[in-house]
């Protein structure tokens, strides 16, 4: 069994907007979209680091 069949699939990001056609407000809403995107994304890892952290300590002991 190879275990890069135990990775999860990376997702597919979906194709980027064609910003040209966006208004000015659009292309602020936007941004704060991708931002809080990004916080999302973030706070995942970091919930993710301290799990993996916990996992370990657990069997270092």
Known sequence: ???D??????????TPL?????SIEAL???I???NAEIKRVEEAILKKQGAQ???EALFKS
Do not use: H, K
């Open 5 to 14: 069949d135990l990775e999860p699939l990376r997702p597919n990001l979906a």
């Open 32 to 34: 704060d979209a991708l």
């Open 53 to 55: 952290g916990a996992a």
């Open 18 to 22: 064609d910003l040209e056609e966006m």
């Open 1 to 3: 069994m190879d275990t």
């Open 28 to 30: 602020g809403d936007y």
